[in-house]
């Protein structure tokens, strides 16, 4: 252990006080006055009582001094450096929440849910059980938006995808766009840590960024990509004829195909939660646990010592200016009219 000053420019305060011995004095405006004559005689019985009483006062008021600016400079206590071995991996979440993934064609223990509500439910579990794992979460419409950066935190990563609605984003698809601020967002990362998880139900329909090329971009970065196709492709539609089955969406599986082959990673397609759920599980085998490692030093505050002691002192130099005072009778003096 070891001590440290946090702020030690502030030592450069030090020598202030000693400017007031350089400034000038004032002129005393004082009139002549008759003094008594035992008054040379009282004066100089008082002024060795009174001098030694001013010097104390002025070294107990440099003592403060020194210690205020010691407390300024922040000292601290700094520990032995703390080793934290960290296993897990860095996942980055893109979810598409355009218009369309308000469509009511997933199931779940026979219950018709929106294709959002369904990624909420099982990405959820998901973010829930990835303990040591440090995780990240993009929404995308019309553009993306970091709504998480890589954390521990999984319980704020999980609020802020169930507090996700739709068209928050805008009502279009910016799949580009999406992987460029993941990419972005992982190039920090080292290279086996960088993994991006895109879940869309559509195809690219906004943005600047051509979807292809981004994922070339992140091929070159070393970021593979896992997309995961949400939707069954139709559903049941009550009509006065019947239950009707719809064809919904227009998921572009092609291009989700080229964009997980060119990068290293995967397609997958969720029909259901069932198969959303497999495709996580499935994504703990195949993607590699990485082992990483923080180092940490603790750091103790001692500002609050030299501040106890020089408003300590402070009270002492008030205290005894106050009774030192009354202590010592005033010359008495006598003024011409």
Do not use: C
């Not at 400017?19 to 000038?24: E, G, N, T």
């Not at 509500?117 to 019309?142: H, N, S």
């Not at 979807?211 to 990509?225: F, H, N, Q, T």
């Amino acid at each position: 252990m070891n001590i440290e000053f946090a702020w030690p420019w502030l030592l450069a305060a030090l020598p202030l006080p000693l400017l007031a011995l350089l400034l000038p004095r004032a002129a005393s405006t004082t009139p002549a006055a008759l003094r008594f004559p035992f008054y040379g005689a009282l004066q100089a019985s008082l002024q060795s009582h009174t001098g030694q009483r001013s010097r104390l006062r002025l070294v107990l008021a440099l003592l403060a001094w020194l210690l205020l600016v010691l407390t300024a400079v922040r000292p601290q206590l700094i520990g032995e450096t703390v080793h934290l071995p960290i296993s897990g991996r860095s996942l980055m979440l893109a979810v598409d929440i355009s218009g369309s993934m308000q469509t009511e064609d997933m199931q779940i223990k026979g219950r018709q849910l929106s294709r959002l509500t369904a990624v909420k439910l099982v990405a959820g579990e998901f973010i829930k059980q990835r303990k040591g794992d440090r995780i990240g979460l993009i929404l995308f419409g019309d553009q993306a938006y970091l709504q998480a950066p890589l954390t521990f935190d999984r319980s704020t990563v999980r609020t802020l995808l169930d507090e996700a609605q739709i068209g928050l984003a805008g009502k279009r698809t910016a799949i580009g766009d999406a992987i460029g601020l993941a990419i972005k967002r992982l190039r920090k990362e080292p290279a086996s840590n960088r993994v991006l998880i895109l879940l869309t139900d559509g195809t690219n329909t906004a943005g600047n960024v051509d979807p292809l090329k981004a994922a070339d971009l992140a091929a070159r970065e070393g970021v593979r990509i896992y997309t995961i196709g949400i939707g069954s492709g139709e559903m049941q539609v009550q009509t006065p004829f019947g239950v009707r089955r719809v064809a919904t969406g227009d998921l572009d599986e092609a291009n989700l195909k080229a964009i997980a082959s060119k990068t290293g990673g995967r397609f997958f397609r969720a029909r259901d939660t069932a198969e959303l759920a497999k495709i996580y599980a499935l994504l703990d085998r195949i993607e590699p646990v990485s082992k990483d490692e923080q180092t940490w030093r603790p750091v103790d505050e001692l500002y609050f010592w030299p501040l106890s002691a020089a408003l300590l002192l402070s009270m002492l130099i008030a205290l005894s200016a106050i009774f030192g005072w009354r202590a010592t009778p005033a010359p008495v003096e006598v003024r011409h009219a």
